[in-house]
């Protein structure tokens, strides 16, 4: 199945980005080539773009605590098992204590360095990163793969507590879920929403019916429309009736 997942606010939308910025950062992180390492660097500008402004912090902080007021409420209950409610318990601190420290600094794991200031201008300009327009980068991306490694690992610290936070929030989000069997008439399928209830919406759809959804949605109403996708010709609205899956996350 061929997971897509759309976002009903800008919050989790940017959760969203950051989610994907992140994974990117960690999976060119592993690799040893310096061209890799120049796209990790280049991931880091781009989720320090996305996660320095000012109110995400208390966002992320607010859902936080949201959260662990939500489940302190479940001490006693004898459907919930105390061990699991402990451990989720100590992550959510974990990440309110990093996140505190660190949330605040996101922004200045680039502009407190002169290196990588100068690399995040140059970037902006196709081509701009040559050896001749920056011969410190050159002579950088020349060092031994597991030395450029731990300069990254350093420059990016105050994103584990982001990574830590964000992974958290979507994680709970999703677990929210209740998976639901729908069908599309004639490649449509709306549904009404209680207003304010749901965060996300998840698709589900099998490869093997060859089309892709183009979602819509807000808090009172969520659309799909499936399509043929050719990757030669132009895209076509799917005809006839098919099966899929949903989950509304809260």
């Known amino acids: 199945m061929i997971l897509y997942e759309h976002p009903f606010n800008e919050r989790i939308r940017t959760y969203l980005r950051l989610e994907y910025l992140l994974g990117r950062f960690e999976h060119l992180l592993l690799r040893t080539s310096e061209i890799d390492h120049h796209f990790a660097l280049t991931t880091l500008f781009e989720i320090v773009e996305v996660g320095g402004r000012s109110d995400l912090k208390s966002d992320i902080l607010k859902e936080l605590e949201r959260h662990k007021q939500q489940f302190l409420s479940y001490r006693g209950n004898p459907s919930v098992s105390e061990d699991v409610l402990d ?20 922004s200045h794991c680039v502009t407190d360095s002169d290196f990588l200031s100068s690399l995040r201008n140059r970037v902006a300009v196709p081509g701009g990163t040559c050896a001749f327009d920056l011969p410190s980068y050159h002579a950088w991306q020349q060092r031994d793969p597991d030395q450029r490694r731990q300069d990254i690992l350093r420059w990016s610290e105050p994103l584990k507590a982001l990574n830590d936070s964000v992974g958290l929030l979507m994680r709970l989000l999703r677990e ?17 929403l209680p207003q304010g209830r749901f965060q996300m919406m998840r698709v589900f759809i099998d490869p093997a019916l060859g089309l892709v959804p183009e979602i819509s949605g807000n808090r009172m109403m969520v659309w799909v429309r499936l399509i043929h996708q050719s990757w030669e010709a132009k895209p076509q609205a799917a005809v006839g009736n098919a099966e899929f899956e949903i989950e509304l996350c809260a």
């Open 87 to 106: 451990d989720l318990l100590k992550r959510i601190d974990q990440c309110l204590q990093g996140f505190n420290t660190y949330g605040g600094r996101l």
């Open 176 to 192: 929210s879920g209740s998976p639901q069997r729908v069908m599309a008439t004639q490649g449509q399928f709306q549904q009404a």
